[in-house]
């Protein structure tokens, strides 16, 4: 415990009953940040809990700040894939533009994989750090922060941390709509994986818009999976086994749709006359297929400069806000029978 050694940003935390995230912004920002992060009686709480505690900032975490290397760390789980390569070409190319050097690590969305590269990461003295694989299940994130280096989430979001992502709730939202108004009231979902907010915000904001609308989906109707073709391919086909099948499916990302309009054809039918079908991201494959996919339209590479400059405002002591950008539905054959 603090009490027994040096008190930290995480021990305040957990003494204060709050994220690590708004313990650093009271204590270790500028008056500006300290009175967006918290309201006055919780900050002068988080100060009281730290006074007990006889916190004092990491001063080794403020000489990384102060001797800048101009080296940003970017972890993703895993370049290969067109979302994520994108998303870092628009953080690189933003980084250039300050003058800022970049390197990418693979996490294969592991925790410890995760962890062993944020380490190796901070001991290159990096000035800070870009997270495209948060975890809301991780603590990789809340060590980061009681080390007091400044870092920001891209196209995931965890708590309060600084992120820049997608509105990913809207797009869910858009796909609902979409099946909706072309008459679809058997639907079903295939999620992604539970710890990513990219599935967990694009289901949530498809589920609650059908309840909206006055259909509820039973729990068999909404499939976790992995972010891939194969992932999408069985999840669509447990779907597809349900009695009644589903009419409609939609996938969280456009390679879970294609895996899922493979599935449609293994069932004998055709997507988007059987069964319509949409994705997410809209990467340049999916207008490309023998059926177009149906797809929402994410920023990517806007969300790669917006992490980038965010970070940039936090490196500079400024407050930032997080942003979530606006996405748009295309829709194509795989939707429209």
Do not use: W
């Amino acid at each position: 415990m603090a009490a027994r050694g040096r008190a930290t940003l995480r021990s305040v935390a957990e003494r204060a009953g709050v994220d690590v995230s708004t313990v650093s912004r009271v204590l270790n920002g500028s008056p500006e940040e300290a009175q967006r992060a918290a309201s006055t009686a919780r900050a002068e709480h988080i100060r009281r809990v730290a006074a007990e505690l006889n916190y004092r900032p990491n001063p080794h975490a403020t000489s990384l700040r102060t001797q800048r290397s101009n080296l940003v760390g970017v972890l993703v789980p895993q370049l290969s894939d067109l979302v994520l390569a994108t998303i870092y070409e628009g953080i690189e190319a933003a980084a250039a533009e300050h003058g800022l050097a970049t390197f990418v690590m693979n996490s294969h969305d592991d925790p410890d994989q995760q962890r062993a590269r944020t380490d190796l990461a901070l001991s290159r003295h990096v000035d800070g750090l870009i997270f495209g694989d948060a975890r809301a299940d991780g603590d990789v994130l809340a060590t980061v922060a009681d080390r007091e280096v400044p870092f920001v989430l891209v196209s995931r979001r965890v708590g309060d941390y600084p992120s820049v992502t997608c509105d990913d709730y809207a797009g869910g939202r858009l796909v609902a709509e979409h099946f909706l108004e072309s008459g679809h009231n058997r639907v079903g979902v295939i999620a992604g994986e539970s710890f990513a907010s990219t599935g967990s915000d694009r289901t949530a904001g498809f589920v609650d818009h059908c309840r909206k609308r006055g259909l509820e989906l039973p729990e068999s109707h909404v499939v976790h999976s992995p972010f891939d073709v194969d992932g999408g391919r069985q999840a669509a086909d447990r779907l597809l086994n349900l009695d009644p099948r589903p009419t409609a499916i939609f996938a969280v990302n456009d390679f879970a749709a294609i895996g899922a309009m493979g599935a449609v054809r293994d069932h004998g039918l055709t997507p988007g006359v059987d069964v319509a079908v949409a994705g997410f991201n809209d990467t340049p494959l999916a207008r490309e297929l023998p059926i177009p996919l149906t797809s929402v339209r994410s920023p990517m590479h806007e969300m790669g400069v917006g992490a980038l400059e965010l970070l940039v405002t936090l490196l500079n002591g400024q407050p930032g806000e997080s942003r979530a950008l606006a996405p748009k539905l295309q829709i194509r054959e795989s939707s429209k029978g």
